[in-house]
């Protein structure tokens, strides 16, 4: 079957409250959206949002290159799901592709041959994948807001939550997460995220001072990514790489101490393909694999849902993020209901995408 008509459309859409991430403060999401058409008459969409301080490619760069490769592809085959998540969109050019557009083609692709095949996207890549996906709520803002907030995410049956720590003096990080964990059942479990703020000797206090916090993980809590072991074996705290893993490859991925989860973001990472080959050698090497969204819209996340069910079905992902948004590309966005998103509620045969938010861009 053939990709007989290849679309791009432009998007912005305002944030619920401003995103600060690094230097960056965030207060619309700008992103693309390909659209693939098969001689069917078959549709999928992918979502492009290079997010700004984390990609390496710019807005620009990423709406170029998808430009360029989504002219190559029309009248192109459609690639076989299987071949896809080995080679990548390799298999479609010989040109280097960003993080980003990659991500967006691949997901378009394989949201494409789901629907031709009358299937969900899941069931292409994991055929016993679950209907839901357990995700760990969000926990940003004051001390009060934070207690807050994880109150009402328990209270709605929340089972992992996620702290965001390191931008207060480490004393102050150290009651945060006391008093977070205080209010938590046992059995929820606490991640945090560092975001590479500490230096190896204040690591090393914040994590002797919340050592005995039964913490799941600690995302990049270190400048310095060399002094990872050094901090594990001072503190026992397990951590998580995130922004790290993309210095390496799938098959470069070793056991380090200490080294409990790894966080695949496809948008940053390199696409579907390289995420899935990044989750079965975590598998391999006893470590979770976290997907984790990029502050995409509900399309992107949908297709990370999918993508999160079919290879880690029981590892709570990181995909709580659509209520960021004000506005979304979904009539339905995305939310999670009891600490899971249900997918199917939002089956790609179901889905309704509101063409006003969008603009296309020409494809020449």
């Given at each position: 079957m053939k990709i007989v008509d290849a679309r791009l459309f432009q998007y912005r859409?305002?944030?619920?409250?401003?995103?600060?991430l690094k230097l960056n403060r965030i207060a619309a999401r700008e992103g693309l959206v390909a659209q693939l058409t098969d001689s069917n008459g078959h549709i999928g969409w992918g979502e492009i949002a290079p997010l700004p301080g984390f990609s390496?490619?710019?807005f620009d760069e990423a709406r170029d290159s998808a430009i360029c490769l989504l002219h190559n592809i029309r009248s192109r085959d459609l690639p076989d799901p299987a071949k896809l998540l080995k080679q990548g969109v390799g298999l479609l050019t010989d040109e280097s592709v960003p993080s980003s557009v990659t991500c967006g083609i691949e997901s378009?692709?394989?949201?494409?041959?789901?629907?031709?095949?009358?299937?969900?996207?899941?069931?292409?890549?994991g055929p016993s994948a679950p209907d839901s996906v357990s995700v760990n709520g969000?926990?940003?803002?004051?001390?009060?807001?934070?207690?807050?907030?994880?109150?009402?995410?328990?209270?709605?049956?929340?089972?992992?939550?996620?702290?965001?720590?390191?931008?207060?003096?480490?004393?102050?990080?150290?009651?945060?997460v006391k008093s977070v964990r205080t209010i938590m059942p046992q059995h929820t479990k606490l991640r945090l995220d560092a975001n590479r703020a500490w230096d190896i000797?204040?690591?090393?206090?914040?994590?002797?001072?919340?050592?005995?916090?039964?913490?799941?993980?600690?995302?990049?809590?270190?400048?310095?990514?060399?002094?990872?072991g050094r901090f594990y074996e001072q503190t026992g705290l397990v951590y998580a790489l995130d922004e790290s893993i993309t210095a390496?490859?799938?098959?470069?991925?070793?056991?380090?101490?200490?080294?409990?989860?790894?966080i695949l973001k496809p948008t940053i990472l390199g696409g579907l393909a390289v995420t899935w080959r990044f989750a079965r050698r975590a598998k391999e090497l006893g470590m979770k694999?976290?997907?984790?969204?990029?502050?995409e819209s509900s399309i992107g996340l949908v297709a990370l849902a999918n993508l999160a069910a079919a290879i880690a079905p029981t590892i709570a992902c990181g995909l709580d993020t659509a209520s960021w948004f004000a506005d979304d590309l979904l009539s339905t966005a995305v939310r999670s209901i009891k600490g899971r998103l249900p997918l199917a509620n939002y089956s790609i045969n179901t889905m309704t995408i509101r063409k006003e938010l969008l603009a296309e861009v020409p494809v020449e």
């Amino acid at each position: 079957m053939k990709i007989v008509d290849a679309r791009l459309f432009q998007y912005r859409l305002p944030l619920a409250k401003p995103l600060v991430l690094k230097l960056n403060r965030i207060a619309a999401r700008e992103g693309l959206v390909a659209q693939l058409t098969d001689s069917n008459g078959h549709i999928g969409w992918g979502e492009i949002a290079p997010l700004p301080g984390f990609s390496a490619e710019t807005f620009d760069e990423a709406r170029d290159s998808a430009i360029c490769l989504l002219h190559n592809i029309r009248s192109r085959d459609l690639p076989d799901p299987a071949k896809l998540l080995k080679q990548g969109v390799g298999l479609l050019t010989d040109e280097s592709v960003p993080s980003s557009v990659t991500c967006g083609i691949e997901s378009a692709i394989i949201c494409l041959e789901a629907h031709s095949r009358g299937v969900e996207p899941r069931y292409l890549l994991g055929p016993s994948a679950p209907d839901s996906v357990s995700v760990n709520g969000l926990l940003t803002g004051s001390k009060e807001e934070i207690i807050e907030f994880a109150q009402q995410m328990i209270s709605g049956g929340y089972e992992s939550l996620k702290l965001k720590v390191g931008s207060a003096s480490v004393a102050r990080e150290i009651d945060r997460v006391k008093s977070v964990r205080t209010i938590m059942p046992q059995h929820t479990k606490l991640r945090l995220d560092a975001n590479r703020a500490w230096d190896i000797d204040m690591a090393v206090q914040f994590g002797k001072g919340v050592s005995d916090l039964d913490i799941e993980y600690i995302e990049e809590p270190l400048t310095d990514s060399q002094q990872l072991g050094r901090f594990y074996e001072q503190t026992g705290l397990v951590y998580a790489l995130d922004e790290s893993i993309t210095a390496v490859s799938p098959e470069k991925l070793a056991p380090a101490k200490g080294l409990g989860a790894i966080i695949l973001k496809p948008t940053i990472l390199g696409g579907l393909a390289v995420t899935w080959r990044f989750a079965r050698r975590a598998k391999e090497l006893g470590m979770k694999p976290v997907v984790s969204s990029s502050f995409e819209s509900s399309i992107g996340l949908v297709a990370l849902a999918n993508l999160a069910a079919a290879i880690a079905p029981t590892i709570a992902c990181g995909l709580d993020t659509a209520s960021w948004f004000a506005d979304d590309l979904l009539s339905t966005a995305v939310r999670s209901i009891k600490g899971r998103l249900p997918l199917a509620n939002y089956s790609i045969n179901t889905m309704t995408i509101r063409k006003e938010l969008l603009a296309e861009v020409p494809v020449e």
